[in-house]
C-alpha cells in the first residue's frame, strides 16, 4: 500500500502531541497535588542500554554486551500562569520541604513524589502512561517581563526522577476484547465529554 493512502486513510488513528495529561502527586503525607491542566509542554522521558564491545575473534564481528541500564532522570514539564499562580505556588512548597530554616537538608522520603504523563488517544481517553517514580521539582525556573505586548506567563520545572514505569491502555488483546473495548471507550469519551462541557462550557 502506498504511504500517502496509508496515511489518508487512517490518520484520524494516529496520535497527536497536544492531547496529553500531567498528574502530580507530591509526598504522601504534603496534599500536594495537580492535574496540571496548565502544563502546555511536556516530554516522555528515554531509556538507553550502555554497551560493551568485545571481539571474540580479531578478524570477527564485534559482540555487544549491556553494561548498563540508563534512565534519563530529568523531565521538563511548562506551565501557564494563571492570577492565582497555583502551579508555581505548588512547586515551591513541595521544594520547602527539601530543607529547614536553616538550611538542614531532608530525607529523600520526605520529598519524593511521583508524576503521571499520559498520552491521550483522538477520544480523549488515555491509551499510554509514564510514572515517574521518586520524583521531586529540582529546579523552577525564571519568569520573563517586559514592556511591551503582554502575552501569557509561563515558566518551567526540572523533575529528577529515578526510573520509570509503562502502561498501555489501548491494547487489543483478540476480536471480542478489542470489541469490548472499543464500545466501553466509546461509551467513555461520551461521558466524559458532557462532564468537560458542564464544567467549562
Same mark, same amino acid.
Given at each position: 500500500?502506498? &504511504? ?6 487512517? #490518520? ?11 498528574? &502530580?502527586? *507530591? @509526598? *504522601?503525607? =504534603?496534599?500536594?497535588?495537580? /492535574?496540571? $491542566? ?6 516522555? @522521558? ?10 571474540? #575473534?580479531?578478524?570477527? @564481528? ?10 534519563? +532522570?530529568?523531565? !521538563?514539564?511548562?506551565?501557564?500562569? +494563571?492570577?492565582?499562580?497555583? +502551579?508555581?505556588?505548588?512547586?515551591? /512548597?513541595?521544594? =520547602?520541604?527539601?530543607? +529547614? ?6 530525607? @529523600? ?7 503521571? $504523563? ?6 480523549? #481517553? ?5 510514572? #515517574?517514580?521518586? !520524583?521531586?521539582?529540582?529546579? &523552577? ?35 471480542? =476484547? ?6 466501553? /471507550? /466509546? $461509551?467513555? =469519551?461520551?461521558?466524559?465529554?458532557? &462532564? ?6
Amino acid at each position: 500500500m502506498h &504511504i500517502n493512502r496509508f496515511l489518508h486513510s487512517h #490518520l484520524d488513528s494516529m496520535s497527536r502531541t497536544n492531547k496529553f495529561e500531567v498528574e &502530580i502527586h *507530591g @509526598p *504522601g503525607p =504534603s496534599k500536594l497535588h495537580s /492535574r496540571g $491542566i496548565r502544563c502546555t509542554d511536556v516530554t516522555m @522521558p528515554a531509556i538507553k542500554m550502555t554497551t560493551k564491545q568485545h571481539k571474540v #575473534l580479531s578478524s570477527g @564481528p564485534n559482540n555487544h554486551y549491556i553494561t548498563n541500564v540508563g534512565y534519563s +532522570d530529568t523531565v !521538563a514539564l511548562k506551565f501557564m500562569l +494563571d492570577n492565582t499562580f497555583e +502551579d508555581r505556588l505548588l512547586m515551591e /512548597r513541595w521544594q =520547602s520541604l527539601m530543607y +529547614d530554616e536553616v538550611w538542614n537538608l531532608s530525607y @529523600p522520603e520526605e520529598y519524593h513524589g511521583h508524576v503521571i $504523563i499520559t498520552q491521550l488517544a483522538n477520544d480523549g #481517553l488515555p491509551n499510554y502512561k509514564v510514572t #515517574l517514580h521518586k !520524583a521531586f521539582p529540582e529546579s &523552577i525556573g525564571e519568569m520573563s517581563y517586559t514592556a511591551g505586548e503582554g502575552s501569557i506567563q509561563t515558566f518551567s520545572v526540572g523533575f529528577k526522577f529515578r526510573t520509570w514505569s509503562t502502561s498501555y491502555e489501548n491494547t487489543q488483546k483478540g476480536l471480542l =476484547s478489542g470489541l469490548f473495548n472499543k464500545f466501553s /471507550r /466509546r $461509551i467513555q =469519551s461520551r461521558v466524559t465529554k458532557k &462532564i468537560e462541557g458542564t464544567l467549562f462550557g
